[in-house]
């Protein structure tokens, strides 16, 4: 098996999980990153390959930073949490409205037009598999962008949450279940 070192930051991109979700003004959450599913550049991360970052990052008092489309000159919010979980990289965070962009990715989220999440990192172990796969194994994590394109194309974003958090803001109180019904409709019946 071939160990890689990796100096250069490298991305990932994943679309948010069925989880998704932009509530509480800002808040949003879902999947940067699934183990166990190969992306279009055939890499697979492993359950485990954020937790030596992770814990360096809560050792120095460090965030993962949240980018607008890798852009390091453009922060436009915090991740609040982060976890391996058994499906994969879970993050929590709020997008600042505050600044220029955060307040476009806001918009372009609750619109539908941005639904990918795609990680900045560095390999510090991977190997190969028999099918040519590359196993990403250890991975230092620097940052989760907001994107517009995801190489994960199987990972979808749920406009459940989204649907019915615009109707609820409507003044008929019977909109949002209106909405959830039909949301709930139309992700059984694909």
């Known amino acids: 098996m071939l160990t890689e070192h990796t100096p250069e930051l490298e991305t990932k991109f994943a679309r948010f999980g069925e989880a998704l979700t932009l509530t509480e003004g800002e808040v949003i959450e879902g999947y940067a990153s699934l183990f166990g599913v190969a992306d279009q550049g055939k890499d697979i991360v492993t359950r485990g390959a954020y937790a030596a970052s992770l814990a360096a990052h809560q050792a120095r008092g460090s965030k993962v930073k949240m980018l607008w489309q890798h852009d390091p000159s453009h922060p436009i919010g915090v991740w609040d949490e982060i976890v391996e979980d058994e499906t994969g990289l879970r993050v929590k965070g709020r997008i600042l409205t505050e600044t220029q962009k955060g307040a476009e990715a806001a918009a372009l989220v609750r619109a539908g037009a941005i639904e990918g999440l795609s ?12 099918e040519g796969h590359r196993r990403l194994e250890d991975l230092a994590l620097w940052e989760v962008s907001l994107v517009t ?27 949002g279940l209106r909405a959830l019904a039909e949301a709930l409709r139309a992700a059984t019946n694909p």
């Open 119 to 130: 990680i900045g990192y560095r390999t510090l172990k991977a190997t190969r598999d028999k």
């Open 149 to 175: 394109f995801p190489m994960l194309p199987s990972a979808r974003v749920s406009r459940m949450a989204r649907r019915a958090a615009e109707a609820a803001k409507s003044d008929a109180p019977e909109a």
